[in-house]
C-alpha cells in the first residue's frame, strides 16, 4: 500500500500498542481452538520463510469477506516491507484458518485502486475498528 493510501486512511506506518497486543494475542487464540469464536474477523496466515525455509504464523485483520466464493481481503496495514508479506510474495501461503476451518489459499495481490477501494470500503463500514490500528 503506497505512502498516499497511508495517510488518506489515518493509517501509521508502524503498529500501535493496542494493534499490537491484538495481533499477538490471536495466534494463541487459534492454538487453542478458539479462532472460530472470531469468525471472519480475523485469520491465521501460515506462511513459510522465504531465507529459512521455516514455518510462521501471523494473524491477519479481514476486512472483506465474500461468503459466496470465500474470498479474504487482508492488507500489510504496515507496508509492504513486513516479514509475512515478503514471505508470501516469495512463495504461496502454505495454509489459512479462518472461522474454524483450515485450508490452504489461493492468493491474488490487489493492485492499488483494488486495495484503496477495499480500504476504504472497510473504513466506512468500521471507522471504530480502523481507529484500533491508528493508537
Do not use: C
Not at 72 to 91: H, P
Amino acid at each position: 500500500m503506497s505512502a498516499t493510501t497511508h495517510r488518506l486512511l489515518g493509517l501509521r506506518r508502524k503498529p500501535g500498542s493496542i494493534a499490537l497486543t491484538i495481533f499477538r494475542l490471536m495466534p494463541l487464540m487459534y492454538r487453542l481452538h478458539l479462532g472460530r469464536l472470531l469468525g471472519h474477523t480475523f485469520l491465521l496466515l501460515t506462511h513459510r520463510g522465504r531465507k529459512s525455509g521455516r514455518l510462521h504464523q501471523t494473524a491477519l485483520k479481514v476486512i472483506g469477506y465474500d461468503r459466496g466464493t470465500g474470498e479474504a481481503i487482508v492488507f500489510s496495514m504496515y507496508g509492504s516491507g513486513t516479514d509475512w508479506m515478503r514471505n508470501i510474495l516469495a512463495a504461496p501461503a502454505v495454509s489459512i484458518q479462518i472461522a474454524g476451518r483450515t485450508f490452504a489459499p489461493s492468493q491474488r495481490f490487489l493492485n492499488e485502486d483494488e486495495a484503496l477501494e477495499a480500504a476504504l470500503t472497510f473504513r466506512g463500514q468500521h471507522p471504530r475498528q480502523l481507529r484500533l490500528f491508528r493508537t
